[in-house]
């Protein structure tokens, strides 16, 4: 396509990989069986499809195939996870454990579900974070006892990119008897992640975040020892009960693809796209004097660059004028708000810093051309929309 923008919006979603889309095709032409029509031979092919799909998304997080439960994306996943587990023990529980627990930080999905279950009797407790978005272990140790029943934190941030310690999390919820709970969609494909490492009970993915197709993810439920959910909807049992709804075959082969490549290319994909993330923010960094990037500086998924323009700029004017790039002002799910970002106010930006802020996120299909490009094309409309009293003073 002639003179398409420069695409640099990788935590909103990613573009389907290639590989991707051919291994979904023949299950939306060829074969679009039902998956759970197993009394003919299209179904069965379907049902096997599907279920080396689950055992590739398994591999990517070193778990088993029956942990892994489909579901249409990651935020579904958190809402099974976190509702689930909580009307589980509200019916099965001794009724001691109502805490639940999680950053202030979080996708939207996390805190809504944890603050819906507080209409459910239970109790949130939404921790803050340091000033590099980082979980203060501390706190969590002060918050996290015998009344806790979940600890929800999430892996990779969506706005600022920062990686989360989660095998301490973990431990501290489990010596505390508490389940652990990880919202992994920005981490899948980026991060090495295994669920015996991590400490993890419940794990959550989501397709379009490692270049899959939309509509698709999957949560990872333990069996040994076994987390215990309830299912959010009643239907004809698909997912173990733990999901009903008639699965998506193309959808489905798709996430296994992708899982497969994350799998297999993450370390290399990691590699390009930390130079080129590096290129990025010395160049800008050379032309804005003064820009500042949020979040800790290493403890960070390499494409994310969250950063603060000087010059009292806004940042959506920042975008009119440099359209041929794609780019962002924070999560893509509240991004049309005019409202600061809650996650960069709760790293202690002000009302003007965090609207002056702009989410880059660089993927696996960032060429060193883009990086250019999008370098000049940013400097460029920083320099257009300072204010002019700003201009002149330099």
């Known amino acids: 396509m ?7 919006d990788n935590h909103a979603t990613t573009p389907a990989d290639p590989r991707v889309l051919a291994a979904m095709r023949p299950w939306w032409e060829e074969n679009f069986a039902n998956p759970a029509s197993i009394e003919h031979a299209m179904g069965r092919e379907a049902e096997a499809a599907v279920e080396a799909a689950r055992e590739q998304v398994a591999e990517l997080i070193g778990a088993e195939a029956r942990e892994i439960v489909l579901t249409s994306g990651a935020t579904e996943s958190n809402n099974l996870a976190i509702k689930g587990a909580a009307r589980f023990h509200a019916r099965h529980g001794d009724g001691g454990r109502r ?3 999680t950053l202030a930080t979080e996708h939207k999905c996390v805190l809504e579900s944890v603050r819906d279950l507080e209409a459910e ?3 949130p407790v939404i921790l803050p974070v340091g000033p590099d978005g980082l979980i203060e272990l501390d706190a969590l140790r002060d918050a996290v006892d015998s009344r806790t029943l979940l600890v929800s934190v999430m892996a990779v941030n969506n706005e600022i990119g920062v990686i989360q310690p989660l095998a301490e999390v973990a431990a501290i919820a489990r010596e505390a008897g508490a389940l652990f709970h ?3 969609a920005q981490a899948a494909g980026r991060i090495p992640l295994d669920v ?3 400490g993890a009970d419940l794990l959550s993915l989501s397709g379009h975040k490692m270049y899959g197709p939309k509509g698709i993810g999957a949560l990872y439920v333990r069996r040994r020892p076994r987390a215990r959910i309830a299912p959010l909807m009643s239907g004809g049992g698909q997912e173990r009960g733990l999901r009903s709804g008639t699965l998506p075959a193309p959808l489905v082969v798709g996430l296994g693809e992708a899982a497969r490549i994350a799998a297999g290319e ?12 590096g290129l990025l923010l010395d160049g800008l960094t050379r032309a804005i004097p003064g820009l500042r990037l949020n979040g800790h500086p290493e403890a960070r998924v390499p494409g994310n660059l969250n950063l603060t323009f000087p010059g009292g700029v806004d940042a959506q004017a920042l975008m009119r004028a440099a359209p041929d790039v794609c780019v962002s002002t924070g999560s893509a799910c ?16 002000a009302d003007g810093e965090a609207r002056a802020t702009l989410r ?4 696996r299909f960032t060429s060193p051309a883009d990086t250019e490009r999008a370098i000049a094309s940013l400097a460029e409309a920083w320099r257009r929309v300072r204010p002019s009293s700003q201009a002149a003073a330099e």
Do not use: W
């Open 2 to 8: 002639r003179n398409r923008p420069v695409y640099l």
């Open 99 to 101: 805490r639940i627990v």
């Open 121 to 123: 009797g239970f109790e």
């Open 182 to 184: 990880t919202d992994a």
């Open 196 to 198: 015996e490492a991590i």
């Open 266 to 277: 993450g370390l290399l994909d990691t590699g390009r796209i930390r130079e080129q993330a």
């Open 334 to 349: 509240s991004s049309a708000e005019v409202a600061p970002s809650y996650v960069l106010k709760a790293l202690g930006l």
């Open 360 to 363: 880059i996120g660089l993927g």
